[in-house]
Nanobody
Framework: QVRLVESGGGLVQAGGSLRLSCAASGNIFSINTMGWYRQAPGKQRELVAAISRSGSPNYADSVKGRFTISRNNAENTMYLQMNSLKPEDTAIYYC????????????WGQGTQVTVSS
């Protein structure tokens, strides 16, 4: 089992920056890909960015060039640096971990609110 705890959300003005953190504990050696997802009111949860265990990232088109995902396997932590924030980035941001188990298990954090004011 894996526990994920997000932090770093808050209220920021458009154009500002925030850094989200996701701390993992438990069966961390089974964690493969990790990712950040977000869900705005009335919308479906969507992928923001993901990163493999080796550090290879991929991003949603809407955040490319503004957000940077990273992870520190030694500290069991994943980050999302968010720059040039826009009001449309407002959402609850969730951390997700995919385990390299069979069957494959997926874990989610509880979410952290990001609000960008115009």
């Amino acid at each position: 089992q894996v526990r994920l705890v997000e932090s770093g959300g808050g209220l920021v003005q458009a154009g500002g920056s925030l850094r989200l953190s996701c701390a993992a504990s438990g069966n961390i050696f089974s964690i493969n890909t990790m990712g950040w997802y977000r869900q705005a009111p009335g919308k479906q949860r969507e992928l923001v960015a993901a990163i493999s265990r080796s550090g290879s990232p991929n991003y949603a088109d809407s955040v490319k060039g503004r957000f940077t995902i990273s992870r520190n396997n030694a500290e069991n932590t994943m980050y999302l640096q968010m720059n040039s924030l826009k009001p449309e980035d407002t959402a609850i941001y969730y951390c997700k971990a995919d385990l390299n188990t069979s069957p494959r298990f997926i874990y989610w954090g509880q979410g952290t609110q990001v609000t960008v004011s115009s």
